[in-house]
């Protein structure tokens, strides 16, 4: 049974991000309520974060908080090995104005 307030988008680049001390982020999936995103930095779970979510046109800055944080594998990256994480974040309450522009965002990624 489906526990979510809203369906997630699965993200195939066409939004991406970031939040204090990461530069990037590769989004899996986003929806009003939250999002998933891999990045090379560990996450702490329970940890309050600000992330940015764009695309070309748009961007809002929304605070949430990591549900979870877990090590997915390591990558050879510029001739070192880096970690890959994967972490979920549930958003805090949203204003109009941020659920307006993160409306727009999901729309691009497609009309299923």
Do not use: P, W
Not at 9 to 19: A, I, Y
Request: overall charge positive.
């Amino acid at each position: 049974m489906e526990k979510r307030k809203h369906r997630r988008r699965e993200v195939h680049g066409e939004v991406g991000g970031s939040m204090i001390l990461v530069d990037s982020l590769q989004i899996i999936d986003l929806s009003l309520s939250g999002m998933r995103f891999s990045c090379f930095k560990r996450v702490n779970t329970n940890s309050t974060q600000s992330i940015k979510i764009k695309n070309d046109k748009e961007s809002v800055r929304l605070k949430g908080m990591v549900v979870r944080s877990l090590f997915r594998r390591v990558e050879e990256r510029e001739d070192k090995s880096v970690s890959v994480y994967e972490v979920a974040v549930s958003f805090g309450e949203l204003s109009d104005q941020q659920k307006q522009k993160l409306e727009e965002i999901i729309s691009i990624i497609g009309n299923e």
